[in-house]
């Protein structure tokens, strides 16, 4: 049982930047796809983007290309969001989850979710 946790939410300002990480325990991540989805209250989850257990693949919601980055460590069991050129529509609950899925911007074909960090950008 991989067990997730996010770290690196916070305040920030417009244009500022941000840098998530998302641990694991309780397993190896190495053999799954991370991907980032974010959720503000009364909204459906929105997928952000993905990375492919090598980190051949990786690949981004329209609203987070140019601006954010999916990279990971296998060997430090983490990944991480990158987030630059922050605007008030990114705040949200970010959350990282796991996967066998190589490829899927979707929830439901992700296992593992972490419980998430607030990340709010003032304007």
């Known amino acids: 049982q991989v067990r997730l946790v996010e770290s690196g939410g916070g305040l920030v300002q417009a244009g500022g930047s941000l840098r998530l990480a998302c641990a694991a325990s309780?397993?190896?991540?190495?053999?799954?796809?991370i991907g980032w989805f974010r959720q503000v209250p009364g909204k459906e989850r929105e997928f952000v983007g993905g990375i492919s257990w090598d980190s051949g693949k990786i690949y981004y919601a329209d609203s987070a290309k140019g601006r954010f980055t999916i990279t990971r460590d296998n060997a430090k069991n983490t990944a991480y969001l990158q987030m630059n050129n922050l605007k008030p529509d990114d705040t949200a609950v970010y959350s990282c989850?796991?996967?066998?899925?190589?490829?899927?911007?979707?929830?439901?074909?992700?296992?593992?979710w972490g419980q998430g960090t607030q990340v709010t950008v003032s304007s």
């Open positions: 309780g397993g190896t991540i190495s053999r799954y796809t």
């Open positions: 989850t796991a996967g066998v899925s190589v490829y899927c911007p979707t929830s439901g074909c992700y296992s593992y």
